[in-house]
């Protein structure tokens, strides 16, 4: 019959898994870091005139964005106002309502 391995070796086999698993981390890292130097060569070698007109675009892109952010936020806010003046009318009722139905309190 096989006896379990002894603590000792089920230590060493769990050491060498975590090493060989920060090993390939750090390879990854170093993977990353050396496509980021590429990528940041690459957009410093860019002629000012494309980076400008990325940046350009960027920003119409971005405005045009808002702007319709901004139209819904509105139409939001104003269905919002009407949805309240039309509640104010029916406010006194329901706080009336809300006060004949509560249990008087006894302290």
């Given at each position: 019959?096989?006896?379990?391995?002894?603590?000792?070796?089920?230590?060493?086999?769990?050491?060498?898994?975590?090493?060989?698993?920060?090993?390939?981390?750090?390879?990854?890292?170093?993977?990353?870091?050396?496509?980021?130097?590429?990528?940041?060569?690459?957009?410093?070698?860019?002629?000012?005139?494309?980076?400008?007109?990325?940046?350009?675009?960027?920003?119409?892109?971005?405005?045009?964005?808002?702007?319709?952010?901004?139209?819904?936020?509105?139409?939001?806010?104003?269905?919002?106002?009407?949805?309240?003046?039309?509640?104010?009318?029916?406010?006194?009722?329901?706080?009336?309502?809300?006060?004949?139905?509560?249990?008087p309190r006894t302290d």
């Amino acid at each position: 019959m096989d006896s379990p391995p002894p603590v000792d070796q089920l230590l060493a086999r769990a050491v060498d898994e975590q090493l060989a698993e920060q090993r390939s981390w750090r390879q990854a890292m170093e993977g990353l870091a050396e496509r980021l130097t590429r990528l940041e060569e690459v957009v410093a070698a860019l002629p000012a005139e494309v980076a400008a007109a990325v940046e350009a675009a960027v920003r119409t892109g971005v405005a045009a964005e808002l702007e319709v952010v901004g139209a819904e936020l509105r139409r939001q806010v104003n269905d919002l106002g009407r949805l309240i003046v039309n509640d104010l009318g029916r406010l006194p009722k329901i706080i009336r309502d809300a006060a004949q139905g509560a249990a008087p309190r006894t302290d």
